[in-house]
């Protein structure tokens, strides 16, 4: 008896654990996500901080960023489907890797073309190519984030809008 008591005890508080999931904790769900890509900003920001033609702080400032950029994918690759909203997670999981992998393999090559003294046109075109080629690729999986992100905040009763920083309120 003591133990059926217990299992309905305990299904009870699962139940109403998973019936406060309200409004303001989607927004603050919403929030980790926005605060990870200012996180993102500020890698790249910090990246570029140093004098264009100081090699050793543009690396430096590289490798913190790199650093910063893991951490924050990391954390995105651990969040759990809020309400079992699968398609936001998945749209924020897969941007946060390109985040993370175009740091590792195209931002080094645009660090290298910068730091050329002399270089020639086609190292100009190539620096240009690469540039192109990660933000038509960001602007796609960005795209995809920003439509689940607009429903998600449908789905959970509130407004996305864009300012400097994004706010939030409950309709």
């Known amino acids: 008896m003591r133990v059926i008591l217990f299992v309905c005890v305990l299904l009870m508080s699962v139940s109403v654990a998973n019936a406060q999931n309200t409004t303001s904790d ?5 929030d980790n996500i926005v605060a990870q890509q200012f996180v993102y ?4 920001s910090l990246m570029m901080s140093a004098p264009l033609l100081d090699s050793a702080g543009l690396w430096s400032g590289y490798y913190q960023a790199v650093v910063m950029v893991k951490r924050c994918n990391l954390t995105i690759q651990s969040l759990q489907a809020f309400d079992g909203d699968t398609e936001f997670l998945s749209a924020t999981k897969a941007l946060f890797q390109y985040y993370e992998d175009s740091f590792i393999n195209d931002y080094p090559k645009l660090l290298k073309a910068l730091l050329m003294a002399n270089a020639s046109v086609a190292e100009y075109a190539e620096m240009n190519d690469i540039v192109t ?6 602007a796609v999986l960005d795209a995809k984030f920003m439509a689940a992100q607009s429903a998600f905040a449908a789905k959970h009763g509130f407004t996305l ?3 400097e920083n994004e706010i939030y309120y409950e309709d």
């Open 133 to 138: 080629k990660i933000a038509e690729n960001e």
């Open 41 to 44: 900003v500020d890698a790249i």
């Open 26 to 30: 989607a927004i603050a769900y919403n």
């Open 161 to 163: 809008e864009e300012t």
